[in-house]
């Protein structure tokens, strides 16, 4: 069995940062009390980011990408984790601070992992991924608000890509009526698929928010920011929610305070990197139970290790679908 293993390395140049396919060892991982070895990782609209240098994601070099991971417990000085062990990492700063997913294996501290929910594999639990597991803290977000399906539309705004896609599936599965926002008409059958009961156009979003709006949703989850989320908030009913987990569109909010004080609706920020434990156990065991293998498995492309970089181009543009796998070679 060789002693080395395959791997990305991000790596700082006087222009920014390269990328390139490398072979390390296991001196090469960083600290860490539980080294695992990984099976599946996935891209996430953060790994295409970190992989061509388009924002300043990664903040130590060299460094291996991919801010998640899912595989087998090789070694642990954790009491928690014994070899043999299937675990789940999202964020903690893997894959911007400290080596992440892309290599075939891990050395990262315990308190990091999340035991892999039974009934879930390892290949599964990466095509949930960092978005499909975020997409699962934005509606508990909306339940934790109190939002029941008899009180109107939810509105999903990116709703072709990681996040958006499965937030679509568990809230339709949930029984909640779900308007499926995208910016590419020909997602239409796709979306409902998921269980989108009507699609909106980005368009529609496009023009400067009115500071308040008509009322049209009772919650909404927005991946975009910026103008697309300005107006969301401002068509928000009365009383109700908006979990935000992106900005995909822009990191700026021009809006006003009119649809928070005049009617009262909440604006939730989802931390997905550096949530707690229990809250990561709590949206693991969702997923399980609120989103259909099969249907998660229509959503799933796998993908070669070997074409990482250039997906990591084509999902900044928008032209990814759903949820990319690649199996560590």
Same mark, same amino acid.
């Given at each position: 069995?060789? @002693?080395?293993?395959?791997?990305?390395?991000?790596? !700082?140049?006087? $222009?920014? #940062?390269?990328?390139?396919?490398?072979?390390?060892?296991?001196? +090469?991982?960083?600290?860490? $009390?539980?080294?695992? +070895?990984?099976?599946?990782?996935?891209?996430?609209? !953060?790994?295409?980011?970190?992989?061509?240098?388009?924002?300043?994601?990664?903040?130590?070099?060299?460094?291996?990408? /991919?801010? +998640?991971?899912?595989?087998?417990?090789?070694?642990? &000085? +954790?009491?928690?984790?014994?070899?043999?062990?299937?675990?789940?990492?999202?964020?903690?700063?893997?894959?911007? *601070?400290?080596?992440?997913?892309?290599? /075939?294996?891990?050395?990262?501290?315990?308190?990091?992992?999340?035991?892999?929910?039974?009934?879930?594999?390892?290949? #599964?639990?990466?095509?949930?991924?960092?978005?499909?597991?975020? &997409?699962?803290?934005?509606?508990?977000?909306?339940?934790?608000?109190?939002? #029941?399906?008899? @009180?109107?539309?939810?509105?999903?705004?990116?709703?072709?890509?990681?996040?958006?896609?499965?937030?679509?599936? =568990?809230?339709?599965?949930?029984? %909640?009526?779900?308007?499926?926002?995208?910016?590419?008409?020909?997602?239409?059958?796709?979306?409902?698929?998921?269980?989108?009961?009507? =699609?909106?156009?980005?368009?529609?979003?496009?023009?400067?928010?009115?500071?308040?709006?008509?009322?049209?949703?009772?919650?909404?989850?927005?991946?975009?920011?910026?103008?697309?989320?300005?107006?969301?908030?401002?068509?928000?009913?009365?009383?109700?929610?908006?979990?935000?987990?992106?900005?995909?569109?822009?990191?700026?909010?021009?809006?006003?305070?009119?649809?928070?004080?005049?009617?009262?609706? *909440?604006?939730?920020?989802?931390?997905?990197?550096?949530?707690?434990?229990?809250?990561?156990?709590?949206?693991?065991?969702?997923?399980?139970? %609120?989103?259909?293998?099969?249907?998660?498995?229509?959503?799933?492309?796998?993908?070669?290790? &070997?074409?990482?970089?250039?997906?990591?181009?084509? =999902?900044?543009?928008?032209?990814?679908?759903?949820?990319?796998?690649?199996?560590?070679?």
């Amino acid at each position: 069995m060789s @002693d080395t293993f395959a791997a990305y390395l991000v790596e !700082k140049t006087d $222009d920014g #940062q390269s990328l390139r396919r490398a072979e390390l060892r296991l001196d +090469d991982l960083m600290e860490g $009390d539980v080294t695992v +070895d990984v099976e599946w990782s996935t891209l996430n609209y !953060k790994d295409g980011l970190a992989l061509t240098g388009a924002s300043p994601v990664v903040r130590r070099f060299p460094l291996v990408p /991919g801010i +998640d991971f899912a595989g087998t417990v090789e070694a642990s &000085a +954790d009491p928690r984790y014994k070899p043999g062990d299937k675990v789940v990492l999202n964020g903690w700063g893997v894959g911007e *601070a400290h080596h992440g997913g892309y290599a /075939g294996k891990a050395r990262v501290s315990g308190d990091w992992l999340v035991p892999l929910p039974e009934g879930l594999s390892t290949r #599964q639990a990466m095509a949930v991924g960092t978005a499909g597991y975020t &997409a699962m803290l934005c509606v508990m977000a909306l339940q934790d608000h109190g939002l #029941q399906p008899a @009180d109107g539309d939810i509105l999903v705004t990116g709703a072709a890509g990681g996040v958006g896609s499965i937030a679509t599936a =568990i809230l339709a599965n949930l029984g %909640h009526r779900v308007v499926a926002v995208t910016g590419r008409p020909e997602q239409e059958e796709f979306l409902r698929s998921l269980g989108a009961s009507d =699609i909106a156009p980005r368009s529609d979003f496009a023009d400067k928010a009115r500071p308040l709006g008509k009322e049209l949703w009772a919650g909404a989850v927005d991946v975009a920011g910026g103008n697309t989320l300005a107006n969301v908030l401002s068509q928000v009913k009365r009383g109700g929610a908006v979990a935000a987990c992106g900005l995909a569109e822009s990191m700026s909010l021009p809006t006003s305070v009119a649809p928070f004080i005049l009617r009262g609706v *909440a604006l939730y920020g989802i931390d997905s990197v550096m949530a707690s434990f229990e809250k990561r156990q709590r949206a693991w065991e969702g997923i399980v139970q %609120h989103l259909d293998a099969g249907l998660l498995e229509s959503l799933t492309t796998e993908v070669d290790f &070997a074409d990482l970089p250039a997906l990591g181009e084509q =999902i900044l543009k928008g032209q990814v679908r759903g949820r990319l796998v690649v199996q560590l070679p």
